[in-house]
């Protein structure tokens, strides 16, 4: 059974950084397509950032330049580093996974929460 564990997400203030963290287990993850979601309060869930197998990263044009998605397939685990947070980067984000980047995500963690306030 496939599952998703993410974590990093807290309080931070404007212009401070956050590195979220995604377990997978249950799969062979070297070869999945991973990303990155968001919802925030009252609005659809949207893209992120996603990485393929080959570490080919693409990001939603709200975060480009100012985060970061890698994944380490010893450790099972997908990161999301996000720098210069604004008050709009507050939301619930999500880890998805897929088979393989032509498929939609199939499994989704429980989400952590971001929130950026002074």
């Known amino acids: 059974q496939v599952q998703l564990v993410e974590s990093g997400g807290g309080l931070v203030q404007p212009g401070g950084s956050l590195r979220l963290s995604c377990a997978a287990s249950?799969?062979?993850?070297?070869?999945?397509?991973m990303g990155w979601y968001r919802q925030a309060p009252g609005k659809e869930r949207e893209l992120v950032a996603t990485?393929?197998?080959?570490?080919?990263?693409n990001y939603a044009d709200s975060v480009k330049g100012r985060s970061t998605i890698s994944r380490d397939n010893t450790k099972n685990t997908v990161y999301l580093q996000m720098n210069s947070l604004k008050p709009e980067d507050t939301a619930v984000y999500y880890c998805?996974?897929?088979?393989?980047?032509?498929?939609?995500?199939?499994?989704w963690g429980k989400g952590t929460l971001v929130t950026v306030s002074s």
């Open positions: 249950g799969t062979i993850f070297s070869i999945n397509f």
């Open positions: 998805g996974l897929a088979a393989s980047r032509f498929d939609d995500m199939k499994y």
């Open positions: 990485i393929t197998a080959g570490r080919i990263t």
